[in-house]
């Protein structure tokens, strides 16, 4: 069994839906995230709201997400609440034809005829995941400083410092200095 299949039902039933809109809810939370192996989120729960409309071979998603969700800090690595939002369509196609449906490939999940549920845990997990910033940095506080580790921050400019003392030792231009300087020149 697949960590997939092992998660709580985030899945819609069209076997016996109705063709027309439907609108569902579900909510995920610390034991969703926990699930998906070597996943960067630890915590989290985000309300979801997915308005879908069932129509012959196909059904079309609004796919609504907001909340928050534990992700480590890019600078101190110490773990905070960052927000999610995500607004998403999916095509989700019963024909299992990827060339006979038509739809654009990048948001369409192909089922076989036979499958009697939509699992939605995979999109879900992937939408709030791509949701997240490219970079995870602890907000700011009112008067615009950084909430991280102040110890981190601190041990962080001591080793910048360290580097640009370091680069400016090893540069050809402060050796050349230095050569002039031996020579009893120096460098105009």
């Not at 039933?13 to 439907?22: E, I, K, T, W």
């Not at 534990?70 to 299992?96: I, N, Q, Y």
């Not at 879900?124 to 907000?139: A, K």
């Not at 001591?158 to 031996?182: D, F, G, H, I, T």
Request: hydrophobic letters at 35%; one cysteine or more.
């Amino acid at each position: 069994m697949s960590k997939i299949d092992s998660l709580p039902p985030y899945g819609i039933a069209y076997g016996s839906l109705p063709q027309g809109r439907h609108t569902f809810r579900f909510e995920v939370n610390d034991g969703f995230f926990r699930r998906f192996e070597g996943s960067e989120i630890s915590e989290g729960h985000v309300s979801v709201r997915v308005d879908a409309e069932k129509a012959g071979s196909f059904m079309a998603l609004a796919v609504g997400m907001e909340g928050s969700v534990k992700v480590a800090c890019d600078r101190c690595l110490d773990e905070f609440f960052a927000p999610v939002a995500f607004e998403g369509t999916l095509t989700v196609s019963f024909t299992g034809e990827a060339e006979q449906d038509g739809f654009a490939e990048d948001e369409v999940m192909h089922l076989q005829p036979g499958d009697t549920e939509v699992d939605l845990a995979q999109y879900l997990y992937e939408s709030i995941c791509l949701s997240l910033p490219m970079q995870r940095l602890h907000p700011n506080d009112e008067q615009g400083r950084s909430t991280c580790n102040k110890d981190m921050l601190a041990k962080l400019h001591e080793l910048q410092q360290e580097a640009r003392r370091v680069k400016e030792e090893n540069s050809p231009w402060s050796k050349l200095a230095a050569a002039a300087q031996r020579a009893g020149s120096t460098p105009k």
